[in-house]
């Protein structure tokens, strides 16, 4: 038998991967439900995510799943808000309507504009480690980098872009480029729900405390294993295997507001171009979908990065939004202090760890920080348990 410790996105996939490999496999998570990080609340009538999340289409781990997410797609691009003008900044190929928008948009000229396809086609220059000093490198800087790119990457990231690893920035936003993102019509868990109903043995409310050698104590039992996956993040699977380095993490703080006003019809994420306060990016969830509000009800989730109150974040809102609708009601924050692993300039990313014969350790902290590399990490680990 195979046990995997953690049902999040990481861990259902290696006990997916051994499973259908013929292992009898037990899954044991902690909570009272899958998914880790990517959860779903229904509150009076509206889906919030436990932390504004979207699924890419484009993830390759995501493909080889092959579910049904009925993903409700966001518009290809972003749109940007400044104290001057706002302005849209489309893919042209996958949102053509908005190619004047974009070709006008004030953020340099024509050779500035194109910088940014062909860093997303050429290879990473050798001797560069953050992802801004990659950027930079090739053209993409000013106001192209400053109001757009920066702003939008900061809310994927979770951290500043000078801090991040070239790489691990590269990735991300190649993978932008290639697909739309959505969220599915019954929310972020959707994906982990999709995948927990293909597990045959899955112990919810078990707590894992130990593991010595082959043997697994939980708050509950004790198993005996031929092959352990520790698929936790990082700082619990630090206090479970000494072997494995914690790593640091980034916060965030989700905040829905809702409101009877339609004061936006906006598909885009929306970025501040002038960084004028904690809002990082924020997204109208009920023009993403209807259902995700009860009726009549607009939805924002707003990001934040810093900690910051309901005053501050609203009195950003203002400036963003020209003025805030009078009944803005605050549905619901969810603070995140260990949102994303961080991956710092020069990162060695192994994708798993094997620390013994039998025990093999995954996570986006050892992949990337996203869905994609918590898939990747969990499939890589369980294929390395049963080979
Ligand atoms: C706010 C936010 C926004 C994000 N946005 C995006 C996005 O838009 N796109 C994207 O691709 N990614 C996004 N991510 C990242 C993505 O959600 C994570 O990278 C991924 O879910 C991590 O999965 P994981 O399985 O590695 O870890 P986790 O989700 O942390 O799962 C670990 C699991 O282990 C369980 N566990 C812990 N200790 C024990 C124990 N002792 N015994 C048993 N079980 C235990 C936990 O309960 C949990 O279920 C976002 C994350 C956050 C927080």
Redesign the pocket.
């Known amino acids: 038998m195979i046990v995997v410790?953690?049902?999040?996105?990481?861990?259902?996939?290696a006990a997916l991967t051994c499973q259908r490999a013929g292992w009898e496999v037990l899954l044991?998570?902690?909570?009272d439900?899958?998914?880790?990080?990517?959860k779903t609340d229904f509150i009076s009538g509206y889906q919030l995510?436990?932390?504004?999340?979207?699924?890419?289409p484009a993830?390759p781990e995501v493909k080889r799943l092959n579910l049904k997410l009925q993903l409700q797609s966001m518009e290809a691009g972003v749109k940007v808000v400044t104290a001057e003008k706002n302005f849209i900044v489309a893919d042209p190929f996958r949102n053509p309507k908005n190619l004047l928008s974009t070709l006008r948009a004030p953020i340099g000229d024509l050779k500035s504009k194109s910088s940014l396809i062909s860093y997303l086609v050429k290879k990473q220059r050798v001797g560069i480690d953050s992802f801004a000093a990659d950027l930079n490198s090739q053209g993409v800087s000013g106001p192209l980098y400053e109001k757009i790119i920066r702003p939008f990457m900061r809310g994927?990231l979770?951290g500043e872009l000078d801090q991040v690893d070239a790489q691990v920035g590269r990735e991300?936003l190649k993978?932008f480029a290639k697909g739309t993102?959505g969220i599915p019509l019954n929310g972020?868990q959707a994906l982990?729900d999709q995948m927990a109903k293909q597990i045959d043995k899955l112990n919810l409310n078990?707590?894992?405390?130990s593991i010595h050698g082959k043997v697994v104590t939980?708050d509950q039992k004790t198993y005996t294993a031929e092959k352990i996956i520790v698929?936790?993040?990082?700082a619990?699977?630090a206090?479970?295997v000494p072997e494995v380095t914690p790593p640091k993490f980034n916060l965030?703080t989700?905040w829905y507001f809702a409101t009877k006003e339609r004061i936006l019809k906006d598909k885009f994420l929306i970025v501040d171009g002038q960084s004028r306060g904690p809002i990082v990016n924020l997204i109208v969830l009920d023009q993403i979908s209807e259902t995700f509000a009860p009726a009549n009800m607009q939805l924002l989730a707003i990001?934040t990065l810093n900690p910051c109150n309901e005053n501050e974040v609203k009195a950003h809102l203002r400036l963003l939004l020209g003025k805030l609708p009078h009944d803005l009601e605050l549905i619901k924050e969810?603070h995140?202090p260990?949102?994303?692993?961080v991956f710092t300039p020069n990162s060695i990313r192994p994708n798993f760890q094997q620390t013994r014969d039998e025990l093999f350790i995954?996570?986006?902290?050892l992949?990337?920080?996203?869905?994609?590399?918590?898939?990747l990490?969990?499939r890589l680990a369980a294929e390395a348990a049963i080979s």
């Open positions: 410790i953690g049902a999040g996105i990481a861990g259902l996939n044991l998570e902690a909570s439900r899958v998914g880790g990080r990517v995510d436990h932390g504004f999340q979207v699924i890419n993830y994927v979770l991300l993978f993102p972020a982990p078990e707590s894992v405390i939980t698929a936790i993040d990082g619990n699977a206090n479970l965030s989700t990001t969810y995140i260990r949102s994303l692993p995954a996570g986006d902290y992949s990337g920080p996203s869905q994609n590399g918590a898939l990490s969990g």
